[in-house]
């Protein structure tokens, strides 16, 4: 039975930064970032927007298409996490309306927890061929001000429809595994911000991918020239490339590894090029930008998948494309909200950045930003308010 994602949707906060000036502000070259990591651009998350307004904001042209019936499970994949307990789910099942009927579960490992929710869903669609399940990835990358890491921040959710007879694409049911306990990155609950050894977990990532996709070649017999195109895990758009052009270089291709690399992923990274790593929606926000951006059809086509979550996990998959995936997609929608972004400037960035969600159990009314279709309007007694934007 076919198993796979029916509809796909990426969100982005309405708020951004163009990284010309953060460079001047920390007096970098320019082209550190968008040439030596390929950024340009990141998202800003203003103070009433959060992992639950913005995969809400996912979900939503997802829900208006085609309803709630027979959604059954949602699985909500961060590293963001917004509580201890609650699943930052039940957020936006509340705000979607969806069935009493549904399972509601949050899942984490860094930003391999969006690929283990695909999978988990496609198995329970699977068990019951009737049902539709909704996997949402969202996530504020957030670093130190004037830290190596702040250029590569950035925010966002995908939300997919998992159904069998998917329209966008069908999952392969084969994969490589790649898992070590590792200190890569990681981000204690004490702390909003997350540290990462930089060079370290880039050595780690790509040892990742050579592991899992030596494992996934052993099973299929296939090579890279199989895939049509390949997506990864963007913790910044040049580490997309770096892994591409380490399987070609583990796969024995010597000659024109540039060309092939911008033939088969070039495609994938433009959208995480202007919003920042958005953690575990970085790849499929790459499988998003593909889908829209790609002139070539994909019909039929093979796609190759290497998903990685510091700490750490990696896995290599694949999956064929349905043959009139176009009619199903939101491209429109997602080149307008890019589009329509507002640019703040660099004090406006650190004063957002700086301005923190209260603890201390007081009612608080957050200023109205604009934000998607739902926004945290405050606290009460611990509580965070979400409502939805008139």
Not at 97 to 109: F, G, T
Not at 279 to 305: V, W
Not at 321 to 331: C, E, F, K, N
Not at 358 to 383: N, V
Request: hydrophobic fraction near 35%; charged fraction near 20%.
């Amino acid at each position: 039975m076919r198993t796979g994602i029916d509809r796909i949707s990426f969100y982005t906060t309405r708020y951004c930064l163009d990284l010309k000036d953060l460079a001047a502000a920390r007096g970098a070259d320019w082209k550190k970032y968008s040439v030596g990591i390929g950024q340009e651009i990141m998202g800003i998350p203003p103070p009433d927007e959060d992992i639950v307004t913005m995969a809400a904001s996912a979900a939503k042209p997802i829900i208006d298409e085609v309803g709630v019936d027979d959604i059954d499970l949602v699985l909500f994949a961060t590293e963001s996490s917004i509580d201890q307990s609650k699943s930052a789910g039940l957020f936006v099942h509340g705000l979607l309306n969806l069935p009493s009927r549904c399972r509601v579960v949050e899942l984490k490992q860094a930003c391999y927890s969006g690929t283990i929710a695909l999978r988990m869903a496609a198995m329970m669609v699977a068990a019951s061929p009737s049902s539709k399940a909704l996997v949402i990835c969202s996530d504020i990358a957030r670093y130190t001000l004037g830290s190596p890491g702040e250029p590569t921040q950035g925010c966002g959710a995908v939300a997919m429809l998992v159904t069998t007879s998917p329209a966008l694409l069908s999952l392969d049911p084969e994969y490589g595994v790649h898992a070590e306990d590792v200190m890569d990155f990681w981000r204690p609950n004490y702390r909003e911000e997350a540290f990462v050894d930089g060079k370290y977990s880039t050595r780690i990532y790509l040892n990742s991918a050579t592991e899992s996709w030596k494992q996934y070649t052993a099973l299929t017999g296939r090579t890279l020239s199989d895939f049509a195109r390949c997506c990864y895990h963007i913790p910044f758009t040049n580490m997309a490339s770096k892994a591409h052009d380490r399987l070609l270089k583990d796969s024995g291709v010597i000659e024109d590894r540039k060309a092939i690399i911008e033939a088969q992923v070039g495609e994938s990274l433009s959208y995480n090029r202007i919003t920042g790593n958005t953690y575990t929606a970085s790849l499929y926000e790459g499988l998003a930008c593909l889908f829209d951006t790609t002139q070539e059809p994909l019909d039929d086509k093979r796609l190759g998948f290497f998903s990685y979550g510091s700490g750490s996990v990696g896995e290599f998959f694949s999956g064929v494309v349905t043959p009139g995936y176009r009619s199903s997609l939101y491209s429109a929608r997602h080149k307008h909200l890019l589009e329509s972004r507002i640019a703040v400037d660099i004090q406006q960035y650190e004063d957002i950045f700086n301005l923190s969600i209260p603890s201390d159990g007081w009612d608080y009314s957050f200023t109205e930003y604009q934000t998607g279709s739902f926004r945290l309007a405050g606290m009460q007694a611990h509580k965070r308010i979400y409502e939805m934007v008139r």
